[in-house]
């Protein structure tokens, strides 16, 4: 059995339907595309899994489009039940308070653009700062020789094991001291150095780079600053914007931490923003319509990232996999 | 309104933990949170007087009663130049550990609306200020509300720590045309009787209008109780020891009631037998397949049911009626059914705005309470139509404004007239009676425990007090 030698051979698409088993075989003759029962099996698989993974999200956006007073009486209905934008444009601040409630919303409004804007800032700017100095911390782990270096370590990843629950507490506390509560700097200062996972995850990366080539620059003269720019960031371009990627969404999606500290509109994202399509009385019933909508927005740029990086992520984590 | 929902727990969890551990360790922190450790007895006054401008932070849950009360701050604000009250509306979900972050981080509101089930807590730890002072320098009339309101906001120390704003009282909302395919008039629904033993007249008419998935009623032979596709009534997941909208329409018509004493009772009831037998008839409606069994209603938002004719009818609050009236189907309103008492009941709740102990603007706040308290203000919040305000004039002029929506309302007001109310209990420690009792209800309703529980759990309940 030979098993195709090189990650690149593996984009063939001849090769993918090529049997492995070529021994018997001899030199692989051009296969015909036949039909068989395994293959039909395997395409009725996938297109199972996929209308499942798929159909939550086309459900969101069946809702999206009905018009919530009417929604609940047709619970069932696969189509928009009276199609309307009317959810979009509560959600953007286009529809009148007597409008909103017609279609089962609520006489409050909100600033979808104020909360989009803050939860563009928190996430590019805890992005880049966790991604950067959790970069760096890995260097300093991973290729640096200083005394209780491992020590310091095991110390760090001893932090993996605790629950952010409990350290949300002492930080709501140095937040508030700092004066920094409903400030976009309060929710972002807790995430914004590293975590971790972080450096835990780019050091197993780091510490399987070539030494040649770092020793080499040493011996040309370059600083461990311009090592660590120069060749280990550009050499392991991969699992960084995985990391980044990975800590855009988190950041993106993160709700208790602004739930604790931004209460003001002014510094809420859009998780907490979306609050206001959840009911509002007790026993009230929530307005799904809106909330679909919203959530619908809330997650274009998460699936425009994907869209744009989907196949570079899966490439990296594949390729530090392998590592 | 009411104390509690499926979040409640949450909600008094997560509050009680930032609570907790910011006075645990909140020994620094000099301003609001410094003074969270008190007693009763100790109460901080509103300074009365003083300048009235500024602007004040004002919170409130509910977005239908938003718009009202933008106009009484517009209002407000012409009648005291220089004073501006900034409104900020949270859904429940999300209010009450918002509210208490807010006391404990010292960036609480100035006034906000506050909860009868809450405001005792709120008392104990001197979060609120006691109004009686200022209200006697500023002369507000406090003889103008509902019978019974003011007393529910005078607390142990007789301090009056908010004014009445509206009230509340449950009724049972219906589905039309259900109702007329069952052969029933609007008429039948509106004297249903209830009782222990045969259930009365009540559980005949949600016999008959319970089908199951073959289109056979509950009262007729060959009802499928396991495969029901509409149920005579609805009922919501237990989540406290209240059952606002759940089971106190009965055990308020079966002559039971929560305390020894109400307000501020220290010895509660659960181990009444009355109690245990409205807790069987209530549970038996799930056994006779007329309402859900308790593990098809967590999670389960009632007014959705009802719209989507799961349920043909439901107990819900006066609060809920223009969401409930716009769900798209034919629903109308009667009042609870009459119980073994020979009186029907509904629990009268309202709420009130309360001021924190820890603004800066006090006599500008002192005075928002007082006119959210007032006619002018309650006048513009009844045309709105949403609930019922806590003067009887701007009572009246909302049922007005509900009857020009076609909204009847009688159901309703009916306890009110009749003299029919009970008075929500209101007690010390009620975070720690709800986490006592909704477990032991729910394994009640779900069959894990049979009534002689409740007697234990009253013990449990009773020892918070000694």
Request: with cysteine; net charge negative; aromatic share 12%.
């Amino acid at each position: 059995m030979t098993i195709p030698p090189t990650t690149d051979t593996v984009r063939d698409p001849d090769l993918l339907d090529r049997p492995l088993d070529t021994d018997a075989a001899g030199p692989v003759a051009p296969e015909k595309k036949s039909f068989s029962l395994g293959r039909l099996l395997a395409w009725v698989v996938t297109g199972l899994i996929m209308l499942v993974t798929l159909f939550p999200f086309y459900w969101m956006v069946r809702t999206a489009f009905s018009n919530g007073s009417t929604l609940a009486a047709n619970p069932g209905s696969l189509l928009p039940v009276n199609f309307t934008w009317g959810a979009f444009q509560r959600v953007l601040g286009l529809s009148s308070i007597e409008d909103a409630r017609a279609q089962g919303g609520s006489g409050a409004s909100i600033d979808f653009w104020l909360a989009l804007r803050n939860s563009v800032i928190i996430s590019l700017v805890i992005t880049v700062g966790q991604t950067l100095f959790s970069a760096m911390a890995a260097y300093a782990f991973s290729r640096l020789v200083w005394p209780g270096r491992d020590l310091v370590f095991g110390l760090f990843l001893a932090a993996l094991m605790v629950p952010p629950i409990f350290t949300s507490l002492p930080n709501f506390l140095l937040i508030k001291n700092l004066g920094l509560i409903n400030t976009l700097p309060g929710i972002i200062l807790p995430f914004l150095f590293m975590t971790p996972f972080a450096v835990f995850f780019l050091r197993q990366f780091f510490l399987g780079l070539s030494r040649e080539v770092e020793e080499a620059a040493k011996i040309d003269g370059a600083s461990n600053v311009r090592i660590f720019f120069k060749l280990i960031v550009p050499m392991s371009s991969a699992p960084i914007t995985t990391l980044a990627i990975l800590t855009f969404i988190a950041s993106w999606n993160e709700y208790l931490w602004p739930l604790l500290v931004a209460r003001d509109a002014s510094a809420q994202p859009l998780t907490l923003a979306l609050g206001i399509f959840r009911s509002q009385t007790p026993g009230g019933s929530p307005d799904w319509a809106g909330l679909m909508a919203m959530t619908l927005l809330a997650a274009l740029p998460i699936i425009l990232l994907f869209v744009a990086f989907g196949r570079r992520v899966v490439n990296s984590i594949q390729f530090s996999g392998i590592k | 309104m009411k104390r509690s929902r499926r979040s409640f727990a949450a909600i008094v969890a997560g509050g009680a933990a930032v609570a907790l551990a910011l006075t645990a360790c909140g020994g620094g922190s000099s301003d609001t949170a410094g003074s969270t450790v008190a007693s009763v007895g100790g109460a901080q006054t509103a300074a009365a007087g003083g300048d009235v401008n500024g602007t004040i932070e004002y919170w409130l849950w509910d977005s239908l009663q938003l718009p009202a009360y933008q106009e009484c701050a517009d209002a407000f604000a012409k009648k005291y130049p220089g004073a501006k009250v900034n409104i900020t509306q949270y859904g429940w979900d999300d209010y009450w550990a918002k509210v208490n972050n807010g006391f404990t981080s010292g960036t609480g509101p100035d006034v906000f609306t506050d909860h009868l089930s809450k405001y005792p807590e709120f008392v104990n730890k001197q979060y609120i200020l006691n109004l009686t002072d200022a209200l006697k320098a500023d002369g507000a009339d406090k003889d103008i509300y509902q019978k019974g309101l003011l007393s529910l906001w005078t607390a142990q120390d007789g301090g009056i720590y908010g004014l009445p704003k509206d009230f509340d009282t449950i009724a049972m909302f219906y589905n039309e045309d259900m109702l007329k395919a069952a052969g029933y008039t609007d008429a039948d629904v509106q004297n249903l009787t209830w009782n222990a033993t045969d259930g009365g007249t009540f559980e005949k008419f949600i016999a008959h209008m319970t089908i199951d998935n073959n289109g056979v009623r509950g009262d007729e032979p060959g009802f499928d109780k396991a495969n029901v596709k509409t149920y005579g009534f609805g009922q919501e997941n237990l989540t406290d020891g209240v059952g606002q909208t759940q089971w106190s329409p009965f055990t308020g018509s079966n002559g039971w009631d929560y305390t020894n004493v109400n307000p501020w009772g220290t010895q509660f009831n659960y181990g009444d037998d009355k109690f245990a037998e409205t807790m069987a008839f209530y549970k038996s409606l799930s056994d006779k397949g007329y309402s859900p069994t308790i593990d098809k209603t967590v999670g389960v938002d009632t007014g959705t049911q009802l719209a989507a004719g799961t349920f043909a009818t439901v107990f819900e609050g006066s609060w809920n009626t223009s969401s409930y009236l716009s769900k798209g189907v034919n629903l109308k309103i009667a009042p609870t059914p009459v119980g073994p008492s020979g009186k029907r009941a509904s629990m009268f709740n309202g709420l009130a705005d309360s001021v924190n102990a820890a603004s800066k603007n006090q006599p500008t706040a002192v005075k928002w309470v007082e006119f959210t308290g007032s006619q002018e203000c309650q006048d513009l919040v009844a045309a709105q139509a949403v609930v019922f305000p806590a003067i009887p004039e701007s009572t009246t002029k909302a049922e007005d404004a509900f009857k020009a929506k076609g909204i009847d309302m009688s159901g309703f007001t009916v306890q009110v007239k009749d003299g029919t109310t009970f008075l929500t209990p209101i007690t010390d420690h009620a975070a720690d009676v709800t986490a006592l009792m909704a477990p032991a209800l729910q394994a009640y309703m779900g069959g894990q425990a049979d009534a002689s529980s409740f007697k234990d759990v009253n013990d449990q309940v009773n020892a918070l007090f000694k």
